[in-house]
């Protein structure tokens, strides 16, 4: 029996699911791509519905169910119900993904054959006093980065550079949790970019899960306009990579072995 607190959650997300529907649609207008294609290369229902795909990998076998049912649905409405009930039956999204190493909100992959670890920030800690970013919460999330960089050192010794990638770069109560060298080289990415996670769609609702209007607006207005090969453009906030030497992580956080750079 599905729980009131999970219902509760389905009808609060519906809007975040309407606006992700609604982008899926335009790109398979643009396209002539199947609708059920563009939501799994544009939307991060996918990982809603416990289905998720990490990295390039293919999607669970449930999905392709689902994709020809969200193909056959008559319009917009019929969609976002489908997609609520799927996920009023699905098992709940795991994270930390495979492969990451988790510490609170964040957690990293192991560093890649160029000594590169990369970090990711999940929303596991909203409550009464806030979300994972309110003010109160800043030494925590600290304390989080720091047993990631300590776990960095102990078990990746080839490690010699930490890399992000998120909108949240673009918010100082983000930025401010991180060594100032890495919060400084915030910059646009000069390469395509996938919005089938978060790092992109995030933005489009708070932590509370409850959708942003003026984001989930900007978004719905941009759609007329929007650039099949480019459709990251469609969102106010823009995806930001940044990255600095672990020895700035280790100096940061006051964590012992720390290596130059």
Request: hydrophobic letters at 45%; glycine letters at 8%; charged letters at 20%.
């Amino acid at each position: 029996m599905t729980s009131p607190e999970r219902i509760a959650r389905a009808d609060r997300t519906v809007p975040y699911v309407e606006v992700q529907l609604r982008l899926a649609h335009r790109m398979a207008e643009l396209t002539g791509a199947p609708l059920g294609e563009m939501a799994l290369a544009h939307t991060n229902l996918h990982r809603r519905l416990g289905l998720g795909v990490w990295r390039d990998g293919p999607p669970a076998a449930g999905w392709a169910p689902y994709a020809q049912a969200l193909e056959a649905a008559p319009d917009l409405a019929a969609r976002v119900a489908l997609t609520r009930e799927a996920w009023l039956a699905a098992a709940e999204e795991v994270l930390p993904h495979p492969g990451q190493t988790g510490f609170g909100c964040f957690a990293h992959e192991p560093a890649n054959d160029e000594g590169v670890v990369r970090i990711h920030f999940y929303n596991l800690d909203t409550d009464d006093a806030g979300g994972p970013l309110a003010g109160a919460k800043r030494a925590l999330r600290q304390a989080e980065l720091r047993a990631l960089t300590a776990n960095v050192l102990r078990t990746s010794p080839q490690a010699h550079t930490v890399r992000g990638g998120s909108w949240l770069y673009n918010l100082e109560a983000y930025r401010r949790l991180f060594p100032p060298d890495y919060a400084a080289s915030r910059r646009p990415y000069d390469r395509a970019i996938s919005i089938r996670g978060t790092a992109v769609w995030g933005q489009v609702i708070d932590s509370r899960e409850a959708v942003r209007p003026d984001v989930r607006d900007a978004v719905v207005a941009n759609l007329p306009t929007l650039d099949p090969v480019a459709p990251w453009k469609a969102f106010p906030y823009r995806m930001l990579a940044v990255e600095a030497p672990i020895g700035s992580f280790a100096r940061f956080y006051g964590v012992s072995g720390s290596r130059p750079g």
